[in-house]
C-alpha cells in the first residue's frame, strides 16, 4: 500500500481550468473521498492519479516515486493503481472469471497461481458461484462486485473508485457500501472515492476532500466537516442546517466566543478571531415556547422518530428536529447554543488565506 | 510535452511508433491520384499543357464528355424516381415486408454492372431465352433495344437507385414524428403532409442521394462497355478502356487527361452533395423515438403489390432470363426441358482454364485486399478515434478520395504510379500486384468506416479499466479492442471481399494475360460471343454474392448501427 501526493497540480482543458493548485497527501491505508458537485473537479483528479491524463503542472507522486510532473510520466499500466469505474468497464467478451483474471494475465502469473488468486478474489466479494458467467447475464450489484475484484486481484498500490454505486439503486447501494467497508477492512489498501453524494462520503471515508470548481475547500475526517466546517460552501454542502452571517461581540463564555446570530448573543466555538458566519446544525437548536427567539414553521417533514421542521426566523431559513408534528404557519420559540463560526474568504476582502487542513 | 517512463517502456514506445501506420496508408491510399495530378500538368516533362489543349480539342473528346453526362444524367432521374418512391414508402408508410423490401433493392447495387447488362441483354432483344420461350422474341437481325443510350440509362437508374434510397431513407429517419403530427393536427391529410411537410425536408437528403447516384453513374464502366461500345457510343471511361488496350501505355498521357476530366466532374459532383447535406439542418434533432407512419388505408395492398412487381421485374426477370441462357446448349437455341443442360456451368466452373484462373485471381485479391486492409484498419481506426491528429483527421477527409472517384481515374492513376516504381527500374504494370495495390487504395474506407464506428462506440472506460490493471498498448488492443470490433471488422472484410470478388472497373484497365478477373472474364467472354459461358459464370458469382450477403444479414444485430451499407 502506498500514500498518494499532490503538490500544487493544477489541469487544464483547452485553456480551461479543472483543478488549480491541489495539495494533498492520502495516508497509507487510508480511505478518502472527494465530494463535490458535478464539475468540481474530483473525476479529474482521479484520472490524473490513474494516469489517463496529464496534469498541466504540479506533481504527483506515489510513495517516493513522481508518476506526474517535472517532464516525467509513469503510464498507467505501470502504475499499479487499480480503478473501479462508475460504468464497471467490464469487458463484454470475457467471462466474470477471466475478467478478474485478466490483471494477472498481464503480469504472466503462471496458471494455478492465478487460479487460487481469482478464487480468492471471487470468494471475498461474494461472487464464487459466478465465475463462468458474462457480464450480461449479471445484475448491477454483481457487476459493480466483479469490476472490485478485478481490481483487488493484483494488489494495487492504491484503489480508486469512481462514483461506483451511481449506477445502483438506493437498496443494493447500502450493501454495496458494507462490501466497499468490509473490504477496506479486510486489505488495508490506500482508497480514494470520488462521489457526489455526501452520505456515501461521510459513512465510508477515514477522511473527505470536500471539493468545488477545482479547487480542495476542506480535507478533513467526516465528524470535523460536519462539527467545523472551514467555509460556507462546506457548511452547506456537508450536513444538514443552514449558515447564517454573525458579528463579533467581544464578549466571551469560558473556552467560546459569543457571538451576535439574528440578533440574540450566541455561544459559539471557533478557530478564527473574526468570524463572518456560523453554521447552526439542527442539533444547536432548542425549541421552547419561552424562548426569545421567534420563528415561523414554513415546512414540516416526519422523518421516522422525529420530524424536521423548516423555521423562518428574521428572513433567515433554520432546521431544526421537533418530537412532534407543526403546523405549517405555527409560531415557535427557539434558543441556539453551540454554533460553529468560522470566517468566509468569499465574503470578504481576502486578509487571511483559505484555511488549510490537509 | 516531453514523456519518459520508467518501466514498460515497450508499450510507450508502440505509442509513438503507431502513428506511421498513417504515412504508408497515405502514401497507397493517396499516392496514385497525387501522381494523376501531376500527369495533368505534365509531371515528368517539364510543365506543359500541350497533352491538355491536343486531347480537349479532339472531337471524341467533347462527344464522350456529353454522352457520359447524358448517360449519368438520365440515370440518375431515374435512380431518384425509384429510389426516392421506395424511400418515402418504406420510411413514411405502413407497408409490410419492408426488410424483406429493402434487400431485394440493394441487390442491384451489390452485382457487378456487367452482369447487370449481361442479365438484361437475356431479357430483351432477338436471342433472349425468355422470350423465345414465351414466344415473343422479335425476329432475327432486328437491333438489340439496349445497346443504346436509353438502355445504358434504364440500367444505371437501377443500379444506383439504392444510393438515392439509402441516403433519403437516412434523411427521412431525421424528421421528428411530431412534426408531422401537428400538421395532421392542422387537418392535413397524408398526401398534403407529404407534399408540405415531409417533401421539402428532405429535399437535400434527396439531392445529396442523386449527385452520389451521378458521380457513381459517371464512373461506371460494366454498363456503358456491355452496351454501349457494341453500338460505338462511347462515354469517357469507355473511350479511356478502348483508347489504352488499342495503343498500350504509350497513350498514358493522353488518358490521364480524360481520366482528370471525369475526375473533375466526378469531384464537382462529390462536393456539391456534401454541401447540400452539410446544410440540410433545419435544426431537426437527431433520431425521433417514433417513426413516422402515414397510414395507406386501401391503397397498401395495390401499393405493396406495385412495389413486388417492381422488385420483379428489376431483378428476378433478368436473372431468370441469365440463368436460362446459362443452360442453354448452344447460344440461338431454344431452352426446352430437354434441352437445358448444366454443360455451361461445367465448362467454366471446372474446364475452362481462363475461368478457373480467373476465379483463382479474383479470390486470391478479394480475399489479400480484406486481410491487409483488416490488418491495418484497426490500429489506424483506434488511432483516428483516440488519437486524433492533424495528421489523422486529414487521412480521414481524404481517404473516401479514392473509392468516390471513377475506377478508371484510379487506375489510369495506379499505372502512372506503378508503372515505373519510383527510384527503382521495377514495374508492377501487367502483374496482379498493381490491382491489389488499386484494390487496397480503392476499399480501404469501405473496411475502415465500419471499425471506427465501432471504436467510437466502445466505452473508453474499457481500455482504461485494462491499462489500469497492467496492460500495454499492444496487448489492450489485442485482447480488448480487436475482439470487441471483430463483429464489424468481419462485416467490413465481407463487405471487401463482396465488392473486390466482382470488381470490373479497375481491373479492366489493369488486367493482362493470367491476371485476368471475374469481371474482366465475363466481359471477355460476352465480348468475343459466348454468351452462354458468360451467363453460367455471371450466374455462379451472383449465387456467390447472394449468400455473402445473407451472410453479412444473419449476423446483422451483432454490427453497430450503420455498418451494413444496406442497413443504414
Redesign the interface.
Known amino acids: 500500500m502506498a500514500e498518494l501526493g499532490f503538490s500544487n497540480v493544477s489541469k487544464q482543458f483547452d485553456g480551461a481550468p479543472a483543478l488549480q493548485g491541489i495539495d494533498a497527501t492520502i495516508r497509507s491505508g487510508e480511505f478518502v473521498a472527494l465530494l463535490g458537485p458535478s464539475g468540481c473537479g474530483k473525476t479529474t483528479l482521479l484520472r490524473l492519479t490513474a494516469g489517463f491524463d496529464q496534469p498541466t503542472a504540479g506533481e504527483i507522486r506515489l510513495d517516493d516515486q513522481v508518476v506526474a510532473g517535472h517532464g516525467r510520466f509513469v503510464a498507467p499500466e505501470a502504475r499499479e493503481i487499480g480503478i473501479v469505474f462508475q460504468s464497471y468497464a467490464l469487458w463484454p467478451h470475457k467471462s466474470v472469471f477471466a475478467n478478474v483474471a485478466y490483471p494477472l494475465e498481464v503480469r504472466g502469473v503462471p496458471r494455478a497461481a492465478r487460479r487460487a488468486r481469482v478464487a480468492e478474489a471471487l470468494a471475498l466479494t461474494g461472487l464464487t458461484a459466478y465465475g463462468d458467467r458474462m457480464p450480461a447475464q449479471l445484475s448491477g450489484g454483481q457487476r459493480q462486485r466483479v469490476a472490485l475484484a478485478r481490481c483487488l486481484v493484483f494488489e494495487p498500490r492504491a484503489v480508486l473508485l469512481d462514483e461506483p454505486l451511481a449506477n445502483l439503486d438506493l437498496a443494493l447501494r447500502a450493501s454495496m457500501q458494507e462490501v466497499f467497508s468490509m473490504f477496506h477492512r479486510r486489505t488495508g489498501a490506500t482508497m480514494v472515492y470520488v462521489t457526489h453524494d455526501q452520505g456515501e462520503a461521510l459513512a465510508l471515508a477515514d477522511r473527505v476532500a470536500v471539493m468545488e470548481s477545482g479547487k480542495i475547500r476542506q480535507f478533513a475526517a467526516p465528524e470535523v466537516l460536519y462539527r467545523e466546517p472551514a467555509d460556507c460552501f462546506v457548511a452547506g454542502f456537508v450536513g444538514d442546517g443552514a449558515v447564517v452571517s454573525a458579528r463579533l461581540t467581544g464578549k466571551t463564555r469560558g473556552e467560546c466566543m459569543v457571538l451576535d446570530v439574528l440578533g440574540q448573543e450566541v455561544r459559539a466555538r471557533s478557530r478564527t478571531a473574526t468570524p463572518t458566519h456560523v453554521s447552526i446544525r439542527p442539533e444547536a437548536i432548542t425549541l421552547s415556547d419561552s424562548a426569545m427567539l421567534r420563528a415561523r414553521v414554513t415546512n414540516c417533514t416526519y422523518l421516522g422518530g422525529r420530524f424536521r421542521l423548516s423555521l423562518d426566523a428574521a428572513g433567515e431559513t433554520l432546521v431544526a428536529f421537533s418530537s412532534c408534528r407543526a403546523a405549517i404557519g405555527e409560531g415557535v420559540g427557539m434558543s441556539i447554543d453551540d454554533v460553529w463560526a468560522f470566517h468566509d474568504p468569499d465574503h470578504e476582502v481576502r486578509v487571511t488565506g483559505m484555511p488549510s487542513y490537509a | ?8 517502456g515497450g ?2 514506445s508502440l505509442d509513438r511508433l503507431l502513428p506511421f501506420v498513417l504515412l504508408p496508408v497515405a502514401l497507397v491510399a493517396l499516392g496514385p491520384v497525387t501522381r494523376l495530378l501531376l500527369e495533368g500538368v505534365g509531371f515528368g516533362d517539364g510543365f506543359t499543357t500541350t497533352h491538355l489543349s491536343t486531347v480537349l480539342s479532339r472531337p471524341s473528346t467533347g462527344t464522350a464528355l456529353k454522352h457520359s453526362l447524358v448517360t449519368a444524367g438520365g440515370g440518375t432521374l431515374l435512380s431518384i424516381l425509384i429510389g426516392g418512391a421506395f424511400a418515402f414508402l418504406v420510411a413514411l408508410t405502413n407497408i409490410r415486408g419492408k426488410a424483406a423490401l429493402v434487400f431485394c433493392l440493394m441487390i442491384p447495387m451489390m452485382i457487378p454492372p456487367q452482369i447487370t447488362a449481361l442479365a438484361w441483354m437475356q431479357m430483351a432483344g432477338p436471342s433472349s431465352t425468355l422470350l423465345k420461350i414465351l414466344g415473343l422474341a422479335p425476329p432475327l437481325g432486328s437491333p438489340q433495344p439496349l445497346h443504346s443510350a436509353g438502355g445504358i440509362i434504364l440500367l444505371l437508374g437501377i443500379q444506383h437507385a439504392s444510393l438515392v434510397f439509402l441516403t433519403l431513407r437516412a434523411g427521412l429517419r431525421m424528421i421528428p414524428a411530431d412534426l408531422v403530427e401537428a400538421a395532421r393536427m392542422s387537418g392535413a391529410g397524408s398526401l398534403r403532409v407529404w407534399a408540405q411537410i415531409v417533401l421539402p425536408l428532405s429535399m437535400p437528403s434527396l439531392i445529396a442521394g442523386g449527385a452520389m447516384a451521378f458521380v457513381t453513374a459517371l464512373g461506371n464502366f460494366g454498363i456503358p462497355a456491355m452496351l454501349g461500345i457494341p453500338a460505338q457510343y462511347d462515354t469517357l471511361p469507355t473511350l479511356i478502356y478502348q483508347r489504352l488496350v488499342g495503343m498500350g501505355p504509350s497513350v498514358l498521357p493522353e488518358v490521364a487527361v480524360l481520366a482528370l476530366l471525369i475526375g473533375v466532374v466526378a469531384i464537382i459532383g462529390v462536393l456539391f452533395g456534401r454541401y447540400v447535406l452539410a446544410r440540410r439542418g433545419f435544426g431537426l434533432a437527431g433520431l425521433s423515438a417514433q417513426p413516422l407512419s402515414l397510414l395507406l388505408g386501401k391503397a397498401r395492398l395495390p401499393v405493396e403489390i406495385a412495389l413486388w412487381v417492381f422488385i420483379f421485374v428489376i431483378l428476378a426477370l433478368p436473372l431468370t432470363a441469365l440463368l436460362a441462357t446459362s443452360l442453354l446448349p448452344a447460344y440461338g437455341v431454344a431452352l426446352t426441358l430437354e434441352s437445358a443442360t448444366f454443360e455451361a456451368w461445367r465448362e467454366v466452373l471446372l474446364h475452362q482454364p481462363v475461368t478457373r484462373r480467373a476465379y483463382g485471381n479474383s479470390l486470391f485479391l478479394a480475399l489479400s485486399a480484406a486481410a491487409i486492409l483488416l490488418v491495418i484498419s484497426l490500429p489506424l481506426a483506434w488511432l483516428m478515434e483516440r488519437r486524433g491528429s492533424w495528421a489523422s483527421r486529414a487521412l480521414d477527409a481524404l481517404i473516401d478520395l479514392p473509392y468516390a472517384l471513377p475506377g478508371v481515374v484510379l487506375s489510369i492513376a495506379c499505372i502512372l504510379t506503378f508503372l515505373n516504381l519510383p527510384f527503382t527500374d521495377l514495374t508492377l504494370y501487367g502483374t496482379i500486384w498493381i490491382i491489389l495495390m488499386a484494390y487496397l487504395a480503392r476499399f480501404f474506407v469501405v473496411m475502415l468506416r465500419p471499425i471506427q464506428a465501432s471504436i467510437a462506440q466502445l ?1 473508453p ?2 481500455e ?9 498498448l499492444g ?1 489492450r488492443l489485442r ?2 479492442v480487436l ?2 470490433a471483430a463483429p464489424s471488422a468481419a462485416a467490413g472484410a465481407i463487405l471487401v471481399f463482396l465488392t473486390a470478388v466482382n470488381e470490373l472497373t479497375v481491373s479492366a484497365l489493369l488486367w493482362s494475360s493470367g491476371t485476368e478477373t471475374l469481371g474482366v472474364v465475363i466481359y471477355n467472354l460476352e465480348d468475343s460471343g459466348e454468351t452462354v459461358m458468360a451467363s453460367a459464370l455471371a450466374m455462379s458469382i451472383v449465387l456467390l454474392i447472394v449468400l455473402l450477403m445473407g451472410l453479412v444479414q444473419a449476423g446483422a444485430k451483432q454490427f453497430p448501427k450503420g455498418v451494413i451499407p444496406w442497413q443504414s
Open positions: 510535452m516531453s514523456v519518459a517512463s520508467t518501466r514498460h508499450s510507450r466505452d472506460a474499457m482504461e479499466a485494462a491499462a489500469s490493471v497492467g496492460a500495454g496487448r485482447d480488448i475482439p470487441l
